[in-house]
């Protein structure tokens, strides 16, 4: 189960478990080139390309800026990877962001990114899928005219219940969910793209003209372009949360992240004109649902299939981010950063019971307090100003620590540009039209000092908490990774 070959990576294993932890390790580094690339392809390709390029269109003012922006955001998605790729394979370890900014700036940033990113990053992402299946789902019963927001709000959170039944359940199930609505996804992409084709054939070209005509200049509005067109790249930097796993890690990152990335922007952009082709850009903003839209215009009485492959892929693309969801939890309690609670398995089921359900509350929460568009631009504001940090420790190990074994080196100038882009992301915004929520957010992160100083730094446990941890056990059914690894 996905519990027990996390738990076989902890260090402070007794010996049994670290031989039993090598022959799992050695199965999962059979992971190959192929395997890699439909990893980060799959992650890659969920809600954003069915929801985003409306907003992309909006804060743009033009289809041919906006294309612009799905491009520069697949350049910046690729040299991100890259950046990540020399990281992965210096800092050997599982758990992503969280582990590398543990090992070059020590515990105290670590705690606070664990702190931010298990309370809001990855629930707000979640959150944001979960409101793009709800938007396609119910489309079809609101022909017409837009979905009311409470239906929309309703169905999201009884997708995000049922996902949090599923994956505390059964582990293979989770994973036979996500197989199945891989494909679903695959397909609804291919066939808006073979429709785009076959209308620019017929010379439905009206979008394009003076395509670059009424664009906006503001810095704030091309950066909140860039959150959304970003939101459909979010999962470039998935590999690294299994790079141990790899086999010949050196060269099968790098090369799954040329293949995989690349691929994935040159769909976005085919079916991005396949949407133009078929809507007027007037069309394609007052779409609540663009694929819907799209295939009632070229479709026909066919049209439901895809608002049903649509819906398929954002709720597979949910499961699979709340399947993923657990690791950086169970690593940041490891760590001793997170609650003890938060690192345990059901003692049957062996899934991560408590860190899902926390995340399943944390994400009913923000869908009923938020709108998709908002929860996807806070949760890039979010994430953007961590990778910069994770990127900026990489910038310091090539400049300070140079004669670190390295098997994949990146060109300097390729996390530069990625860590000017991060600071432009998080800054741009706040600059343009400042918003009291991300102050919101900035307090936030910061208030994990609070937490930070006694309960880490000087490692105060209130006696309260172990009951209130010992309850937890015994009505969830857990118990500790480390004594269940067998």
């Given at each position: 189960?996905?519990?027990?070959?996390?738990?076989?990576?902890?260090?402070?294993?007794?010996?049994?478990?670290?031989?039993?932890?090598?022959?799992?390790?050695?199965?999962?580094?059979?992971?190959?080139?192929?395997?890699?690339?439909?990893?980060?392809?799959?992650?890659?390709?969920?809600?954003?390309?069915?929801?985003?390029?409306?907003?992309?269109?909006?804060?743009?003012?033009?289809?041919?800026?906006?294309?612009?922006?799905?491009?520069?955001?697949?350049?910046?998605?690729?040299?991100?990877?890259?950046?990540?790729?020399?990281?992965?394979?210096?800092?050997?370890?599982?758990?992503?962001?969280?582990?590398?900014?543990?090992?070059?700036?020590?515990?105290?940033?670590?705690?606070?990114?664990a702190y931010t990113s298990v309370i809001?990053?990855?629930?707000?992402?979640?959150?944001?899928?979960?409101?793009?299946?709800?938007?396609?789902?119910?489309?079809?019963?609101?022909?017409?005219?837009?979905?009311?927001?409470?239906a929309i709000k309703c169905t999201a959170?009884?997708?995000?219940?049922?996902?949090?039944?599923?994956?505390?359940?059964?582990?293979?199930?989770?994973?036979?969910?996500?197989?199945?609505?891989?494909?679903?996804?695959?397909?609804?992409?291919?066939?808006?793209?073979?429709?785009?084709?076959?209308?620019?054939?017929?010379?439905?070209?009206?979008?394009?003209?003076?395509?670059?005509?009424?664009?906006?200049?503001?810095?704030?509005?091309?950066?909140?372009?860039?959150?959304?067109?970003?939101?459909?790249?979010?999962?470039?930097?998935?590999?690294?949360?299994?790079?141990?796993?790899?086999?010949?890690?050196?060269?099968?990152?790098?090369?799954?992240?040329?293949?995989?990335?690349?691929?994935?922007?040159?769909?976005?952009?085919?079916?991005?004109?396949?949407?133009?082709?078929?809507?007027?850009?007037?069309?394609?903003?007052?779409?609540?649902?663009?694929?819907?839209?799209?295939?009632?215009?070229?479709?026909?009485?066919?049209?439901?299939?895809?608002?049903?492959?649509?819906?398929?892929?954002?709720?597979?693309?949910?499961?699979?981010?709340?399947?993923?969801?657990?690791?950086?939890?169970?690593?940041?309690?490891?760590?001793?950063?997170?609650?003890?609670?938060?690192?345990?398995?059901?003692?049957?089921?062996?899934?991560?019971?408590?860190?899902?359900?926390?995340?399943?509350?944390?994400?009913?929460?923000?869908?009923?307090?938020?709108?998709?568009?908002?929860?996807?631009?806070?949760?890039?504001?979010?994430?953007?100003?961590?990778?910069?940090?994770?990127?900026?420790?990489?910038?310091?190990?090539?400049?300070?620590?140079?004669?670190?074994?390295?098997?994949?080196?990146?060109?300097?100038?390729?996390?530069?540009?990625?860590?000017?882009?991060?600071?432009?992301?998080?800054?741009?915004?706040?600059?343009?039209?400042?918003?009291?929520?991300?102050?919101?957010?900035?307090?936030?992160?910061?208030?994990?000092?609070?937490?930070?100083?006694?309960?880490?730094?000087?490692?105060?446990?209130?006696?309260?908490?172990?009951?209130?941890?010992?309850?937890?056990?015994?009505?969830?059914?857990?118990?500790?990774?480390?004594?269940?690894?067998?």
């Amino acid at each position: 189960s996905t519990m027990r070959e996390r738990k076989t990576t902890d260090p402070l294993h007794s010996s049994t478990d670290l031989s039993e932890g090598k022959e799992k390790l050695r199965l999962k580094q059979e992971v190959g080139l192929i395997s890699s690339v439909s990893l980060i392809a799959g992650t890659m390709i969920g809600s954003g390309i069915f929801m985003s390029p409306e907003w992309v269109l909006h804060h743009m003012g033009n289809p041919a800026s906006s294309l612009l922006i799905w491009a520069a955001c697949g350049l910046l998605a690729m040299f991100g990877a890259l950046s990540y790729a020399e990281l992965g394979t210096i800092i050997k370890e599982s758990g992503g962001e969280y582990i590398y900014i543990l090992r070059i700036f020590g515990s105290f940033p670590a705690f606070l990114f664990a702190y931010t990113s298990v309370i809001l990053v990855r629930p707000a992402g979640l959150a944001a899928v979960c409101l793009s299946f709800a938007e396609y789902a119910i489309a079809p019963f609101y022909p017409g005219c837009s979905s009311p927001q409470v239906a929309i709000k309703c169905t999201a959170a009884a997708c995000i219940l049922i996902l949090t039944i599923i994956n505390c359940l059964n582990v293979r199930l989770a994973t036979s969910v996500m197989n199945i609505f891989t494909a679903a996804k695959l397909l609804a992409l291919l066939v808006i793209v073979v429709g785009g084709l076959v209308l620019l054939a017929k010379g439905q070209t009206q979008s394009f003209q003076n395509g670059f005509q009424g664009t906006t200049a503001g810095i704030g509005a091309v950066g909140v372009a860039f959150y959304q067109g970003l939101w459909s790249y979010d999962g470039w930097n998935n590999l690294n949360y299994v790079t141990e796993e790899l086999k010949k890690p050196e060269v099968t990152l790098p090369r799954a992240l040329m293949i995989a990335i690349p691929l994935v922007t040159c769909l976005y952009l085919l079916v991005n004109v396949s949407y133009l082709a078929a809507m007027t850009p007037s069309e394609l903003l007052s779409s609540g649902a663009v694929a819907v839209t799209w295939g009632d215009k070229v479709l026909g009485s066919w049209a439901w299939l895809i608002s049903l492959s649509v819906a398929l892929s954002t709720f597979g693309s949910s499961n699979g981010t709340f399947f993923s969801g657990g690791r950086v939890c169970y690593i940041a309690a490891r760590e001793g950063h997170m609650p003890d609670i938060l690192s345990m398995a059901h003692v049957r089921c062996l899934t991560p019971s408590p860190a899902l359900l926390f995340t399943s509350a944390m994400s009913l929460i923000m869908i009923i307090s938020g709108s998709f568009t908002s929860i996807v631009n806070f949760f890039s504001f979010m994430a953007w100003l961590f990778y910069g940090m994770t990127i900026s420790g990489l910038l310091y190990l090539k400049i300070k620590k140079p004669e670190l074994p390295r098997s994949y080196k990146v060109p300097i100038i390729i996390p530069m540009i990625v860590l000017m882009a991060a600071v432009y992301l998080v800054l741009a915004p706040i600059i343009d039209q400042p918003q009291v929520e991300i102050l919101y957010i900035v307090l936030f992160i910061f208030s994990g000092v609070i937490f930070y100083f006694p309960l880490v730094r000087f490692k105060y446990h209130p006696r309260f908490l172990e009951r209130v941890t010992l309850h937890l056990q015994l009505l969830l059914e857990v118990a500790p990774t480390a004594k269940d690894a067998n």
